[in-house]
């Protein structure tokens, strides 16, 4: 079974640093994007920042100059470097990919990990 498993969340004092990653297990033929989302409590889902199968990069206002996203494309891995972190920043971190499961298809499919807990605070 395919799924997405993030990693690296926990409790940071203000302007500390996580590192966070999320592993794609499964079989999975073709990424053609991932992404990181948050979930503060009683908010709806933001993105955060989004990269392609090609290394192009984008990142969101809120947390622009703070995160950076990269991929490891051997290990299907997604990494997301947070600096200078808020309070603010506390939420579920949501690690996104779409991707072809298989060689011999046209079809696409979106995948969603089950979030991990980062929490900033004194």
């Known amino acids: 079974q395919v799924q997405l498993v993030e990693s690296g969340g926990g409790l940071v004092q203000p302007g500390g640093s996580l590192r966070l990653s999320c592993a794609a297990a499964g079989t999975i033929f073709r990424i053609f994007a991932m992404a990181w989302y948050r979930q503060a409590p009683g908010q709806q889902r933001e993105l955060v920042a989004e990269?392609?199968?090609?290394?192009?990069?984008y990142y969101t206002n809120d947390m622009k100059g703070r995160v950076t996203i990269s991929r490891e494309t051997a290990e299907n891995t997604l990494v997301l470097q947070m600096v200078s972190l808020k309070p603010e920043d506390t939420a579920i971190y949501y690690c996104?990919?779409?991707?072809?499961?298989?060689?011999?298809?046209?079809?696409?499919?979106?995948?969603w990990g089950q979030g991990t807990l980062v929490t900033v605070s004194s």
């Open positions: 990269i392609t199968n090609d290394g192009t990069t």
């Open positions: 996104n990919a779409h991707v072809k499961l298989k060689r011999n298809t046209l079809t696409w499919t979106e995948l």
